[in-house]
Structures are given as C-alpha cells and as structure tokens.
C-alpha cells in the first residue's frame, strides 16, 4: 500500500503458518476467519507471493533486496526429558496438522493453550487423555473470555495433573512426580510434547551480515498471540 515492491517467501505449499494448525481444535471459527481474511489480502494486493519456496541465501542473492522482514515463526520446545526420542512420543503441532498418528491412551506434556487444546482435540475424537502440567493451573496463557469456556469443557474430558513433573516416558507409560515428591505412572501409548515455542530465526545471520535493513517480526522474535504477530507486522510495514 505504501507502493514498496514485495516479495513474501512461504517455504509451505500454502500460506497462513502457525494459524493453519492453531485453527484445528474446537471453537477456533474466529481465528479461522482471520486466517482466511489474511490469505485472501495476499490474493488482492500487488505482493508477488511465493508458496514452496524457503528463503534462502541464494534468494536473497537473487533478490537484491534493500529490506528484509523475517516472519519465520516458531517451533517446539523438546524437553530433556529421558525417553522423549522414542516413537510413541510426538508434538502438539504434528498432532494437529495430522503427520502423525495418536493411540488411545494419551498423555499432554505441558498444559498451556496448545496442550489444552490438543487434549479436547483428541478428547473429542475418543481418546483417553491427560495433561501434566508443572505450574500449579492449566491454560495460564489463555485469554479471560476464553479461558472460563475452555476449562468447562476440559472438566468433562480430560484428566489434568498440576504441580507435576514429566520425569521419564517409556513405550507404555509416562513416569510423574508431583510438588510433595510423591511418583506415579500413568499409562500412555502416545505421548504429547507441548512445552512451550521457540523462535524460529534461520537465517538472520546471513542477512544480518548481508548488511541490509532487517527486521524480525512476530513469534520468531517472542512466540505469542497472532494480534502482537500482526502490530509487529503493522509496525514494521511503516517503519520500512
Ligand atoms: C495449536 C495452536 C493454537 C494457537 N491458538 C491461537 C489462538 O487461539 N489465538 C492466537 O492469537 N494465537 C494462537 N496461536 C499462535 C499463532 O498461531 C501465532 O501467534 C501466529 O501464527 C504467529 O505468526 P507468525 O507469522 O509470527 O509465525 P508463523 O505463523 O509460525 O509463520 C511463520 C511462517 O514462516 C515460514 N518459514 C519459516 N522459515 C522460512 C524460510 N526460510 N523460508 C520461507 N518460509 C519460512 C513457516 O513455514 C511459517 O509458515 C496458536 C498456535 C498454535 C500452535
């Protein structure tokens, strides 16, 4: 709009990121409609958009840009925990985008807004799930307006573990211990990892060294909400 000739690069088959899996659980028809609005703007607007093209430093050679804007998100955060390499053991995001499949018996690892909404997920489609959680209240991260609706929902289907720890995981089972040091197994064939993001950044180094203008936006600097993926994108379409 402010008449800059824009190249985006989307190393996926379809652009929309994180919010193409974010949309999957239940009641994320309002995200959904901002995952279609935002894909659509790319259809009308004069961006020559890339679809299955990672940005590499041959793109950027190619390009020769005098800006570049990294929006290249977030990944899991995989815990040291002993066992967490073995095959029944997968993350929310694979979960939810359907790489990877789910037995009946589950346990989530870790209790904030992507594991609470992968339990009810799997929950809704029959499986017997639990969601350990360190801290002492499940979906900490989540808004007021939705939180109330969400932890009513999960009363009914889940089973939830506070102040425990995941101390181990085996093809069977997931080993806990809880605040008063008291242990427990708990039956699980599939094993959920959701213990938070990362940032995502890999290649600030080549552009940062290539000398052009950067700037990093959304949850690759500092996995969040989409409202603070898009100020930042806000901010730095007027700042470029
Ligand atoms: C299960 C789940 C539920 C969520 N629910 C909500 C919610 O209810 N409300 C909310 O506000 N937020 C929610 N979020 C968070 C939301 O999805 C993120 O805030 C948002 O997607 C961040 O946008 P982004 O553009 O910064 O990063 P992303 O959406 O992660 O997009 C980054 C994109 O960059 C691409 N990429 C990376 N490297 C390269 C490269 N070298 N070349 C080309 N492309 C590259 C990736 O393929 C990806 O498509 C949820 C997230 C998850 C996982």
């Known amino acids: 709009l402010r008449g800059h000739d824009v190249t985006l690069f989307e190393k996926e088959a379809e652009l929309g990121g994180m919010l193409n899996v974010a949309v999957i659980p239940p009641h994320k028809e309002e995200l959904n409609n901002l995952r279609d609005y935002l894909t659509y703007q790319m259809e009308?607007?004069?961006v020559h958009v890339r679809c299955g093209e990672e940005f590499t430093t041959?793109?950027?050679?190619?390009?020769?840009?005098?800006?570049?804007?990294?929006?290249?998100?977030?990944?899991?955060?995989?815990?040291?925990?002993?066992?967490v390499d073995g095959e029944n053991v997968v993350?929310?995001?694979?979960?939810?985008?359907?790489?990877?499949?789910?037995?009946?018996?589950?346990v989530v690892i870790g209790g904030g807004l992507i594991g609470v909404e992968t339990a009810e997920y799997?929950?809704?489609?029959?499986?017997?799930?639990t969601v350990v959680e360190m801290l002492p209240s499940?979906?900490?991260?989540?808004?007021?307006?939705?939180?109330w609706g969400l932890l009513s929902r999960l009363r009914n289907k889940v089973s939830v573990m506070t102040d425990t720890l995941v101390t181990g995981i085996t093809e069977t089972a997931v080993f806990v211990r809880d605040k008063a040091e008291r242990q427990a197994e708990i039956e699980a064939e599939?094993?959920?990892?959701?213990?938070?993001?990362c940032q995502q950044r890999g290649m600030e180094d080549a552009v940062?060294?290539?000398?052009?203008?950067?700037i990093a936006i959304g949850s690759c600097c500092e996995p969040g909400q989409?409202?603070?993926?898009?100020?930042?994108?806000?901010?730095?379409?007027?700042?470029?």
Not at 91 to 106: E, Y
């Open 122 to 129: 799997l929950a809704d489609r029959g499986r017997k799930v």
């Open 190 to 197: 599939s094993v959920i990892i959701a213990v938070g993001l």
């Open 58 to 83: 041959e793109k950027l050679d190619e390009l020769n840009p005098d800006a570049v804007i990294m929006a290249s998100g977030s990944k899991h955060i995989i815990p040291p925990i002993p066992g």
């Open 208 to 214: 940062r060294a290539s000398g052009r203008e950067y």
């Open 91 to 106: 993350t929310a995001i694979d979960v939810l985008n359907g790489s990877a499949s789910v037995k009946d018996t589950v």
């Open 226 to 240: 989409i409202f603070e993926a898009m100020a930042d994108g806000f901010s730095a379409g007027i700042r470029v």
């Open 44 to 46: 009308i607007l004069p």
């Open 138 to 147: 499940i979906a900490q991260d989540v808004g007021p307006s939705n939180r």
